[in-house]
């Protein structure tokens, strides 16, 4: 992001002017004496934390905010949590703004590159002067679609702008969560995706509530799992009205700003090894929350992979974890080239997703998810073509499931660091028709042309309850 796309100008921050500092979804940042250190910076209630006051202090095109009582500075420490310890207003408590279109002014620290407040966790903090703050202000236009939870525009708004992103929802609001997939279902949803693709153990340490201000320990984690399949199955009405898949994304996206669609990971994170262990851990997370989990999912859905190298880490994970459950491998596509974010071709995702491998599980289904739909018919022609060699060559046993499930954008391009949708300039509308008419005129091709016989199709991101009800009606003429 450059300078000049930060909205300095626009921002309501006057120098020596006092503010409070709310926090999207509820609470404010409040100053308390701290077990380790004398003060910590901890998320209370809004009654609770309204009065504590920052007083910002220009500096260098930014701000720095002292707190009203101690004179500390807010920013980041060392660990990269939120702290308020620091005399100096140096490059971790200077910020600026980011107008990110919603009504919200976001913060960003500046030190030479933009990264929001909280590094690593990255919660945004929204600014209001005291006595101005209405609950009005807690219902922005929803920005933030994510897999099975694209929320009725005139019902469910959300701005999800936590660790968890869209699975905080099963710590904030089950109930919404409900409604929102239960939309889906009656919409004629066949597979119905839990609301866990971003659930990791970070995710849930950074992310702090009345019963855990500190962050939600590893065995608190287990009561959230088991809401997540709790809603999925009460979404349902009956058990047969949808097969529930257990949705798991990529280590990316659980990163803040969110890394699928580069595969730019962190060093600890940086090779197969290490993303093996990770996602192991994570499926043990939900294997502890429930013995019987092969019984209540009928799939795991490993969701928009850009990496090889994690392609295979999943193969291993599930295999080591001992989930006997059909599972997929979708990949993400970015880029306008038929390759994922690290390079690797069509033909190497299908040796490294199909091929025998050692102490590795065979995906039932393989395919694209999160990409733009123009895109699908070559990728699907292409990895049709890359299929029917490998099988016909021996080194793939046997034809799988085709999933696809592309974004339900009309143009629109997710940035991850405003974390907002954004339509190129001059972007009008896309002249190639409704979106369910081009999928499913995708899955016509691909079944004329085989070796595809299987097929599972829905939408991604922004696609929503009405979108995939218009697929299902449009999938039964095709």
Not at 52 to 73: I, K, M, P, T, Y
Not at 144 to 164: A, D, E, K
Request: proline share 6%; glycine share 8%.
């Amino acid at each position: 992001m450059s300078d000049a796309e930060l909205s300095i100008s626009s921002s309501p921050v006057q120098d020596g002017k006092k503010y409070s500092i709310k926090v999207p979804g509820g609470g404010a940042l409040s100053v308390v004496p701290g077990k380790y250190k004398n003060e910590e910076v901890h998320i209370r209630s809004w009654e609770n934390a309204k009065n504590q006051l920052w007083v910002a202090e220009a500096n260098d095109g930014g701000f720095g905010f002292r707190n009203a009582s101690s004179g500390r500075l807010l920013g980041s420490n060392k660990n990269g949590d939120i702290a308020a310890d620091a005399d100096k207003l140096d490059s971790w408590e200077r910020f600026k703004f980011l107008n990110v279109g919603s009504g919200y002014l976001f913060w960003v620290i500046y030190n030479g590159t933009q990264q929001y407040l909280y590094r690593p966790a990255h919660r945004s903090v929204a600014l209001f002067p005291p006595g101005i703050f209405t609950s009005n202000d807690l219902n922005p236009n929803p920005r933030r679609r994510t897999r099975n939870l694209p929320p009725r525009p005139t019902r469910h708004r959300l701005r999800l702008l936590y660790p968890l992103w869209a699975s905080h929802l099963l710590v904030s609001d089950p109930t919404t969560l409900l409604a929102c997939q239960r939309d889906f279902v009656t919409a004629g949803s066949d597979v119905l995706l839990t609301a866990t693709y971003q659930v990791s153990i970070e995710g849930f340490a950074r992310t702090k509530t009345p019963e855990f201000p500190d962050g939600i320990p590893r065995p608190a984690i287990g009561k959230y799992l088991r809401t997540a399949l709790a809603i999925a199955e009460q979404a349902r009405v009956r058990p047969s009205a949808a097969k529930i898949a257990l949705s798991l994304g990529p280590y990316g996206a659980c990163m803040i700003p969110g890394q699928e669609y580069s595969g730019r990971y962190d060093a600890e994170h940086d090779s197969e090894e290490t993303l093996f262990q990770w996602h192991l851990e994570r499926l043990r997370l939900f294997l502890e929350a429930d013995e019987k989990l092969a019984e209540r999912v009928q799939y795991v859905a490993f969701e928009t992979l850009p990496r090889l190298d994690e392609i295979r880490a999943v193969r291993r994970a599930i295999r080591a974890a001992g989930l006997d459950v059909p599972f997929w491998v979708a990949c993400v596509f970015p880029g306008e080239e038929a390759t994922l974010p690290d390079g690797s071709s069509i033909g190497q995702i299908v040796q490294a997703a199909l091929a025998e491998m050692e102490d590795a599980a065979v995906p039932w289904g393989v395919g694209i998810n999160c990409t733009k739909i123009y895109k699908l018919d070559a990728l699907v022609r292409e990895f049709g073509e890359e299929i029917a060699r490998a099988v016909g060559a021996g080194r793939v046993g046997a034809v799988p499931s085709l999933v696809l499930y592309p974004d339900g954008t009309n143009g629109e391009v997710y940035n991850t660091t405003t974390q907002t949708w954004e339509k190129p300039e001059g972007y009008t509308s896309d002249e190639r028709g409704p979106w369910e008419s081009q999928l499913a005129q995708v899955v016509t091709n691909a079944r004329a042309t085989g070796p595809f016989t299987s097929f599972l199709v829905g939408g991604c991101c922004k696609a929503s309850h009405n979108d995939i009800r218009k697929l299902a009606e449009q999938l039964k003429t095709a």
